[in-house]
Protein backbone atom coordinates (compact mmCIF):
# COMPACT_ATOMS: atom_id res chain seq x y z
CA UNK A 1 0.00 0.00 0.00
CA UNK A 2 1.18 3.26 -1.11
CA UNK A 3 0.18 6.64 -0.65
CA UNK A 4 1.20 10.50 -1.19
CA UNK A 5 0.54 13.88 0.40
CA UNK A 6 1.71 17.77 -1.11
CA UNK A 7 3.38 19.90 1.17
CA UNK A 8 2.51 23.71 0.81
CA UNK A 9 3.83 27.22 1.16
CA UNK A 10 1.78 29.94 2.39
CA UNK A 11 2.34 32.62 -0.08
CA UNK A 12 0.65 35.82 2.17
CA UNK A 13 -1.53 35.28 6.29
CA UNK A 14 0.09 32.61 8.25
CA UNK A 15 -0.90 33.77 11.43
CA UNK A 16 -3.90 35.58 10.93
CA UNK A 17 -5.82 32.72 9.46
CA UNK A 18 -5.84 31.12 13.28
CA UNK A 19 -7.83 34.03 13.98
CA UNK A 20 -10.01 33.29 10.78
CA UNK A 21 -8.42 35.92 8.38
CA UNK A 22 -8.03 34.67 4.99
CA UNK A 23 -4.56 33.01 3.50
CA UNK A 24 -3.23 32.55 0.18
CA UNK A 25 -1.30 29.34 -0.38
CA UNK A 26 -0.28 26.32 -2.38
CA UNK A 27 1.07 22.76 -2.50
CA UNK A 28 4.49 21.90 -3.22
CA UNK A 29 4.99 18.14 -4.73
CA UNK A 30 6.77 16.16 -4.44
CA UNK A 31 5.31 16.66 -0.27
CA UNK A 32 5.70 13.07 1.15
CA UNK A 33 5.00 9.05 0.60
CA UNK A 34 4.15 6.42 2.69
CA UNK A 35 4.46 2.87 2.03
CA UNK A 36 2.10 0.41 4.71
CA UNK A 37 2.35 -3.58 5.10
CA UNK A 38 1.34 -5.37 7.72
CA UNK A 39 4.50 -5.92 10.79
CA UNK A 40 5.24 -8.37 12.40
CA UNK A 41 3.36 -6.78 15.57
CA UNK A 42 2.83 -3.29 16.47
CA UNK A 43 3.05 -0.65 14.97
CA UNK A 44 6.51 1.06 13.95
CA UNK A 45 6.91 3.94 11.57
CA UNK A 46 10.78 4.33 9.93
CA UNK A 47 11.16 7.96 8.42
CA UNK A 48 13.76 7.20 5.77
CA UNK A 49 15.62 11.25 5.40
CA UNK A 50 15.88 11.05 9.05
CA UNK A 51 16.70 7.00 9.55
CA UNK A 52 15.04 7.13 12.83
CA UNK A 53 12.04 4.75 13.91
CA UNK A 54 9.22 5.74 15.97
CA UNK A 55 6.23 3.69 18.00
CA UNK A 56 2.97 5.08 19.66
CA UNK A 57 3.93 4.18 23.14
CA UNK A 58 7.85 5.39 22.62
CA UNK A 59 7.31 9.14 24.33
CA UNK A 60 7.53 10.86 20.88
CA UNK A 61 4.67 13.05 19.64
CA UNK A 62 5.56 11.46 15.83
CA UNK A 63 4.74 7.96 17.74
CA UNK A 64 1.57 9.55 19.46
CA UNK A 65 0.62 11.13 16.24
CA UNK A 66 1.25 7.69 14.29
CA UNK A 67 -0.32 5.84 17.47
CA UNK A 68 -3.88 8.22 17.27
CA UNK A 69 -3.90 7.45 13.52
CA UNK A 70 -4.25 3.97 13.79
CA UNK A 71 -6.72 3.29 16.64
CA UNK A 72 -8.98 5.89 14.62
CA UNK A 73 -8.82 3.23 11.94
CA UNK A 74 -8.61 0.23 14.35
CA UNK A 75 -5.00 -0.84 12.64
CA UNK A 76 -3.26 -2.77 15.61
CA UNK A 77 -0.09 -3.71 13.39
CA UNK A 78 1.42 -1.69 10.48
CA UNK A 79 5.05 -1.12 9.18
CA UNK A 80 5.07 2.19 7.70
CA UNK A 81 8.18 3.91 5.85
CA UNK A 82 8.09 7.65 5.00
CA UNK A 83 9.80 9.20 2.43
CA UNK A 84 9.64 13.31 2.98
CA UNK A 85 11.13 15.67 0.08
CA UNK A 86 10.82 18.36 2.34
CA UNK A 87 13.07 20.09 4.97
CA UNK A 88 11.37 19.18 7.81
CA UNK A 89 10.02 21.65 10.65
CA UNK A 90 10.71 24.60 7.73
CA UNK A 91 7.56 25.93 7.60
CA UNK A 92 6.96 24.00 4.37
CA UNK A 93 3.97 21.56 5.26
CA UNK A 94 6.40 18.76 6.39
CA UNK A 95 4.34 17.40 9.34
CA UNK A 96 0.43 18.02 7.75
CA UNK A 97 2.20 16.09 4.55
CA UNK A 98 3.24 13.20 6.44
CA UNK A 99 -0.18 12.81 8.43
CA UNK A 100 -2.08 13.20 5.39
CA UNK A 101 0.46 10.61 3.85
CA UNK A 102 0.45 7.93 6.73
CA UNK A 103 -3.41 8.15 7.10
CA UNK A 104 -4.16 7.67 3.52
CA UNK A 105 -1.80 4.21 3.16
CA UNK A 106 -2.93 3.14 6.71
CA UNK A 107 -6.84 3.04 5.15
CA UNK A 108 -5.73 0.99 1.92
CA UNK A 109 -4.14 -1.04 4.62
CA UNK A 110 -7.39 -1.11 6.80
CA UNK A 111 -9.02 -2.12 3.70
CA UNK A 112 -10.74 1.36 4.12
CA UNK A 113 -11.83 3.92 0.98
CA UNK A 114 -11.63 7.51 2.36
CA UNK A 115 -12.64 10.60 1.07
CA UNK A 116 -10.15 13.85 1.16
CA UNK A 117 -12.79 14.88 4.14
CA UNK A 118 -12.21 11.82 6.03
CA UNK A 119 -8.55 11.99 5.37
CA UNK A 120 -8.46 15.65 6.37
CA UNK A 121 -10.33 14.57 9.54
CA UNK A 122 -8.00 12.44 10.20
CA UNK A 123 -4.94 14.75 9.59
CA UNK A 124 -6.10 17.30 11.85
CA UNK A 125 -6.10 14.64 14.60
CA UNK A 126 -2.44 13.83 13.91
CA UNK A 127 -1.62 17.80 13.51
CA UNK A 128 -2.91 18.70 16.65
CA UNK A 129 -0.53 16.17 18.52
CA UNK A 130 2.45 18.70 17.06
CA UNK A 131 0.87 21.77 17.13
CA UNK A 132 -2.52 22.79 20.15
CA UNK A 133 -4.46 24.89 17.16
CA UNK A 134 -4.07 24.84 13.83
CA UNK A 135 -6.01 26.64 11.74
CA UNK A 136 -5.83 23.69 8.94
CA UNK A 137 -4.65 24.83 5.87
CA UNK A 138 -1.29 22.71 6.03
CA UNK A 139 -3.80 19.52 6.20
CA UNK A 140 -5.73 20.86 3.69
CA UNK A 141 -2.95 21.46 1.05
CA UNK A 142 -1.53 18.22 2.26
CA UNK A 143 -4.60 16.51 0.81
CA UNK A 144 -6.11 18.63 -1.87
CA UNK A 145 -3.34 20.74 -3.66
CA UNK A 146 -3.61 23.36 -5.87
CA UNK A 147 -3.43 27.18 -4.92
CA UNK A 148 -6.42 28.83 -3.10
CA UNK A 149 -7.25 31.10 -0.24
CA UNK A 150 -8.02 29.05 2.68
CA UNK A 151 -10.55 30.37 5.62
CA UNK A 152 -10.47 28.67 8.96
CA UNK A 153 -13.56 26.48 9.08
CA UNK A 154 -14.78 27.38 5.25
CA UNK A 155 -12.07 25.49 3.64
CA UNK A 156 -9.84 26.81 0.10
CA UNK A 157 -11.09 28.38 -2.26
CA UNK A 158 -9.08 26.95 -5.59
CA UNK A 159 -7.72 30.07 -7.80
CA UNK A 160 -8.42 29.95 -11.49
CA UNK A 161 -4.52 30.64 -12.56
CA UNK A 162 -2.32 30.02 -15.82
CA UNK A 163 0.18 27.56 -14.60
CA UNK A 164 2.07 26.76 -11.34
CA UNK A 165 3.59 29.54 -9.35
CA UNK A 166 7.81 29.05 -9.04
CA UNK A 167 9.07 30.42 -6.41
CA UNK A 168 12.79 30.74 -5.02
CA UNK A 169 12.82 28.57 -1.89
CA UNK A 170 15.49 29.38 0.95
CA UNK A 171 16.31 27.40 4.45
CA UNK A 172 17.34 29.22 7.15
CA UNK A 173 18.55 26.56 9.29
CA UNK A 174 16.94 27.99 12.08
CA UNK A 175 14.38 26.27 13.44
CA UNK A 176 11.36 26.97 15.89
CA UNK A 177 8.32 24.80 17.04
CA UNK A 178 5.23 26.15 14.99
CA UNK A 179 3.34 25.45 18.76
CA UNK A 180 5.62 28.27 20.08
CA UNK A 181 5.17 30.54 17.35
CA UNK A 182 1.09 30.11 17.48
CA UNK A 183 1.59 30.97 20.83
CA UNK A 184 3.80 33.41 20.80
CA UNK A 185 1.53 35.80 18.92
CA UNK A 186 -1.56 34.43 21.66
CA UNK A 187 0.44 36.35 23.85
CA UNK A 188 1.22 39.28 22.34
CA UNK A 189 -2.47 39.55 21.15
CA UNK A 190 -3.35 39.16 25.09
CA UNK A 191 -0.97 41.86 26.28
CA UNK A 192 -2.04 44.16 23.47
CA UNK A 193 -5.22 42.96 21.62
CA UNK A 194 -5.93 46.30 19.62
CA UNK A 195 -2.78 46.42 18.21
CA UNK A 196 -2.46 42.61 17.37
CA UNK A 197 -6.10 42.36 15.94
CA UNK A 198 -5.18 45.68 13.56
CA UNK A 199 -2.15 44.05 12.71
CA UNK A 200 -4.04 40.76 11.98
CA UNK A 201 -6.90 42.31 10.04
CA UNK A 202 -4.60 43.91 8.13
CA UNK A 203 -2.55 41.07 7.24
CA UNK A 204 -6.42 40.13 5.62
CA UNK A 205 -6.33 42.74 3.50
CA UNK A 206 -3.27 42.30 1.73
CA UNK A 207 -4.18 38.49 1.99
CA UNK A 208 -7.27 39.44 -0.66
CA UNK A 209 -5.69 42.17 -2.84
CA UNK A 210 -2.69 39.65 -2.88
CA UNK A 211 -5.23 37.24 -4.09
CA UNK A 212 -6.02 39.83 -6.66
CA UNK A 213 -3.05 40.62 -8.32
CA UNK A 214 -1.94 36.83 -8.43
CA UNK A 215 -5.40 35.69 -10.61
CA UNK A 216 -4.44 39.00 -12.60
CA UNK A 217 -1.16 37.50 -13.17
CA UNK A 218 0.50 40.60 -11.54
CA UNK A 219 3.77 39.25 -10.07
CA UNK A 220 4.74 42.73 -9.52
CA UNK A 221 1.79 43.67 -7.07
CA UNK A 222 1.77 40.05 -5.66
CA UNK A 223 5.60 40.68 -4.48
CA UNK A 224 4.53 44.09 -2.95
CA UNK A 225 2.18 42.31 -1.20
CA UNK A 226 4.78 40.22 -0.06
CA UNK A 227 6.88 42.23 1.68
CA UNK A 228 3.85 44.28 2.66
CA UNK A 229 3.19 40.92 4.83
CA UNK A 230 6.67 40.42 5.81
CA UNK A 231 6.76 43.41 7.81
CA UNK A 232 3.51 43.02 9.53
CA UNK A 233 4.71 39.16 10.78
CA UNK A 234 8.34 41.05 11.69
CA UNK A 235 5.57 43.33 13.99
CA UNK A 236 4.12 40.38 15.17
CA UNK A 237 7.69 38.91 16.62
CA UNK A 238 7.57 36.07 14.29
CA UNK A 239 10.58 36.63 11.93
CA UNK A 240 14.17 36.35 12.59
CA UNK A 241 17.72 38.49 11.63
CA UNK A 242 18.64 35.75 9.45
CA UNK A 243 15.08 35.90 7.75
CA UNK A 244 15.30 39.05 7.57
CA UNK A 245 18.67 38.90 5.72
CA UNK A 246 17.59 36.16 3.34
CA UNK A 247 14.73 38.72 2.40
CA UNK A 248 16.95 41.83 2.03
CA UNK A 249 19.40 39.33 -0.20
CA UNK A 250 16.08 38.40 -2.44
CA UNK A 251 15.06 41.72 -3.43
CA UNK A 252 18.47 43.17 -4.13
CA UNK A 253 18.99 40.56 -6.20
CA UNK A 254 15.64 41.48 -7.95
CA UNK A 255 13.38 39.65 -6.26
CA UNK A 256 9.72 41.59 -6.20
CA UNK A 257 8.95 40.20 -2.90
CA UNK A 258 10.13 37.79 -0.38
CA UNK A 259 9.28 36.86 2.97
CA UNK A 260 8.86 33.88 5.42
CA UNK A 261 6.61 31.09 4.81
CA UNK A 262 4.85 28.62 7.65
CA UNK A 263 5.22 29.39 11.59
CA UNK A 264 8.34 31.27 11.62
CA UNK A 265 11.23 32.19 13.95
CA UNK A 266 13.54 30.66 10.96
CA UNK A 267 12.63 27.69 8.65
CA UNK A 268 11.98 28.92 4.73
CA UNK A 269 11.75 32.25 3.01
CA UNK A 270 10.51 32.25 -0.18
CA UNK A 271 10.67 34.77 -2.95
CA UNK A 272 9.16 35.95 -6.11
CA UNK A 273 11.62 36.77 -8.44
CA UNK A 274 10.38 35.70 -12.17
CA UNK A 275 13.66 35.48 -14.07
CA UNK A 276 15.87 36.52 -11.89
CA UNK A 277 15.71 33.43 -9.78
CA UNK A 278 19.24 32.50 -10.37
CA UNK A 279 20.51 35.86 -8.96
CA UNK A 280 18.55 35.36 -5.80
CA UNK A 281 19.55 31.73 -5.70
CA UNK A 282 23.31 33.19 -6.59
CA UNK A 283 23.02 35.78 -3.56
CA UNK A 284 21.44 33.31 -0.93
CA UNK A 285 24.35 31.17 -1.45
CA UNK A 286 26.96 33.77 -0.56
CA UNK A 287 25.00 33.33 2.98
CA UNK A 288 25.56 30.06 2.89
CA UNK A 289 22.18 28.57 1.56
CA UNK A 290 21.41 26.38 -1.30
CA UNK A 291 18.60 27.42 -2.31
CA UNK A 292 16.10 25.77 -5.21
CA UNK A 293 12.88 26.93 -7.32
CA UNK A 294 9.92 25.72 -6.54
CA UNK A 295 6.86 25.38 -8.90
CA UNK A 296 4.03 26.44 -6.31
CA UNK A 297 0.36 24.56 -7.23
CA UNK A 298 1.77 21.91 -9.90
C1 LIG B 1 1.81 27.17 9.78
O1 LIG B 1 2.15 26.57 8.56
C2 LIG B 1 0.87 28.32 9.56
C3 LIG B 1 0.40 29.03 10.84
O2 LIG B 1 -0.52 30.03 10.39
C4 LIG B 1 -0.29 28.09 11.78
C5 LIG B 1 -1.62 27.55 11.28
O3 LIG B 1 -2.20 28.12 10.36
O4 LIG B 1 -2.09 26.56 11.85
C6 LIG B 1 1.54 29.72 11.54
Redesign the pocket.
Known amino acids: MSATAHG ?1 V ?1 LL ?6 YGQP ?1 LAGSLHPGASCDAEHGPGGVRLHVVPWDRSFTPDDGSEIGRAVGGLCAALGVSDAALTLTLSLPGGG ?1 V ?1 SS ?1 AMGVACARALAELAGRSLDDHAVMELALGW ?1 RVF ?1 G ?6 HTLAALGGVGVFV ?1 GEGLRRLRLRGPVPLCLGDTGERSA ?1 RA ?2 EG ?1 AVLRTRNPAMTDRTLDAIGVVVRNGALALEAGDAKGLGDFMNLNQNLLASLL ?1 STERIEDLCAAARDAGAYGAKL ?4 GGGCVIALAPGREDAVLAAWKTLGVDGRVVQVGR
Open positions: KIGEHAVVCGGAEHNPSGVDRTMVVVTGGG
